[in-house]
T-cell receptor
Framework: DAKTTQPPSMDCAEGRAANLPCNHS???????VYWYRQIHSQGPQYIIH???NNETNEMASLIITEDRKSSTLILPHATLRDTAVYYC?????????????FGTGTRLTIIP | GAGVSQSPSNKVTEKGKDVELRCDPI?????LYWYRQSLGQGLEFLIY????????KSGLPSDRFSAERTGGSVSTLTIQRTQQEDSAVYLC?????????????FGQGTRLTVV
């Protein structure tokens, strides 16, 4: 799986949009971009994933650049409960090889 | 509930003892993963099951670690002769293994403390 680079930490004001960047310059054509988050003392929680088109669900939006070398996770109206470590992961979805490789993530702190 | 269930939630053991950690995946999920997370660190992959077989055991840190899965459901991670560096939160996850759009659901973990 390709490596990802994320800033170690970010702050965002409550109610504002949180934009979390991720670089994956070595991503290959069949690798998906996945985002998970881990709130303190809990297991990681799936947020969203995409291949090349932008994606949106009830939690967040995922913007993937045209060259697919970077992406941004957007939490449109951040709340205090969004304080967590956010992990950007790229992986190939091959049957029998579905390991998720977590990096160090971005620690997002929502400021009241 | 219908989520991934792990037991025990907390385990304190003496150095040198063996421990067994249990994971009940979501019903119907054929893929199961074990990770561990040391204090303040990221998630370290241990082993992955597809059904009852383990195509990827690359993350097991030593031969003291083993895991099995029976009936394509429950999995047990066993650590023999525990050491203090084994102290960590052990996380289990499961997913449908369709090869497309598979998201992994994690349990709350077992916090293992070796004293």
């Amino acid at each position: 799986d390709a490596k990802t680079t994320q800033p170690p930490s970010m702050d965002c004001a409550e109610g504002r949009a949180a934009n979390l960047p991720c670089n994956h310059s070595t991503i290959s054509g069949n690798e998906y971009v996945y985002w998970y988050r881990q709130i303190h003392s809990q297991g990681p929680q799936y947020i969203i994933h995409g291949l090349k088109n932008n994606e949106t669900n009830e939690m967040a939006s995922l913007i993937i650049t045209e060259d697919r070398k970077s992406s941004t996770l957007i939490l449109p109206h951040a709340t205090l409960r969004d304080t967590a470590v956010y992990y950007c992961i790229v992986r190939v979805l091959n049957f029998g090889n579905e390991k998720l490789t977590f990096g160090t993530g971005t620690r997002l702190t929502i400021i009241p | 509930g219908a989520g991934v269930s792990q037991s025990p939630s907390n385990k304190v053991t003496e150095k040198g003892k063996d421990v067994e950690l249990r994971c009940d995946p979501i019903s119907g999920h054929t893929a199961l993963y074990w990770y561990r997370q040391s204090l303040g660190q990221g998630l370290e992959f241990l082993i992955y099951f597809q059904g009852n077989s383990a195509p990827d055991k690359s993350g097991l840190p030593s031969d003291r670690f083993s895991a099995e899965r029976t009936g394509g459901s429950v999995s047990t991670l066993t650590i023999q002769r525990t050491q203090q560096e084994d102290s960590a939160v052990y996380l289990c996850a499961s997913s449908l293994s369709s090869g497309m759009n598979t998201e992994a659901f994690f349990g709350q973990g077992t916090r293992l403390t070796v004293v």
